[in-house]
């Protein structure tokens, strides 16, 4: 099942979540937090603003962070995926 965004709307795959902290900490359930960077997986043809068209500027396959409480989190499958609006978008990984 694929999730096609219409507007200016970005599919995102969650990264997934540490269990361990660097120093070496094992995380209980509780105390994960959600990453706030995610991989693009569909993008939607974008906004339509005075009649024209505006692209979008992500592309599939970007790492990109993004605002923390930003989207709906959907799930298909075992995948987690968060749709955001393209505004909603802070940064791309390079």
């Not at 693009?40 to 970007?62: C, S």
């Not at 987690?80 to 909603?88: G, L, M, N, P, Q």
Request: negative net charge.
């Amino acid at each position: 099942m694929n999730i096609k965004p219409l507007g200016d709307r970005v599919v995102l795959k969650q990264a997934e979540v540490e269990e361990t902290t660097k120093s070496g900490i094992i995380l209980t359930g509780n105390s994960k937090e959600k990453p706030q960077y995610s991989e693009v997986v569909a993008v939607g043809p974008g906004k339509v603003e005075d009649g024209k068209l505006i692209p979008m500027t992500v592309q599939v396959g970007q790492k990109v962070v993004f605002s923390q409480y930003a989207g709906s989190e959907i799930t298909l499958g075992e995948d987690k995926y968060t749709v955001v609006r393209e505004s909603d978008i802070l940064g791309i990984i390079e």
